[in-house]
């Protein structure tokens, strides 16, 4: 399962929708029998970055998204979260 552009508004920021919202995307992908969820964010989104390692998403690469990224060397991360068997 993809997990693609979660936001929250910045007024609602720190109160740990985000968090929650994760939480509720692994239970989904898990109950509905997913081995796991991946997601690209961005160097600059580095709160996003913590938020999805500490939800046991672990960095498994990166990329470029255009020449222009390789030039100004923006990278984007993946990441995945093995779901296993829910234990």
């Known amino acids: ?15 740990g929708l985000a968090r929650a919202l994760c939480r509720e ?6 109950a509905r029998g997913f081995g796991a969820v991946v997601l690209s964010t961005s160097m600059v989104q580095v709160a996003a ?12 690469g990166s990329s470029y998204p255009s020449l222009l990224g390789t030039l100004l060397n923006f990278q984007i991360f993946h990441y995945r979260c093995d779901l296993g068997d829910g234990t």
Do not use: I
Request: glycine content about 10%.
């Open 1 to 15: 399962l993809e997990l693609k552009r979660m936001s929250v508004s910045r007024e609602h920021r720190g109160r």
């Open 25 to 30: 995307v692994l239970a989904f992908a898990r």
């Open 49 to 60: 970055q913590r938020l999805y390692e500490g939800q046991g998403f672990r960095k498994v």
